[in-house]
């Protein structure tokens, strides 16, 4: 498998964590997190690899909103 950049390993992480929050919350609701984070994800997966200012907003929108979903709190998605 070839090295992977910063970004590249930073987006992964961030998909990684998200999948690691919706096993967190109630087990008939953690297909609906898991479905919103790999949509969220595949929606832009198109976009040139080299839009660096690009991938860095959408990294921190993913963080926001992780971090809003990640609360106990919140127990269904949907979009």
């Known amino acids: 498998m070839p090295r992977l950049s910063g970004l590249q390993r930073d987006v992964l992480s ?25 949509n969220e994800f595949r929606e832009h ?6 839009d660096f200012a690009t991938i860095e907003f959408l990294l921190r ?3 926001r909103q992780l971090e809003i979903y990640a609360d106990p709190g919140i127990t269904n998605i949907s979009k």
Do not use: V
């Open 14 to 38: 961030l998909y990684r964590q998200c999948l690691r929050a919706a096993a967190k919350k109630p087990a008939k609701t953690q297909q609906n997190f898991k479905m919103f984070a790999r």
């Open 45 to 50: 997966i198109s976009l040139n690899k080299k």
């Open 61 to 63: 929108k993913g963080h």
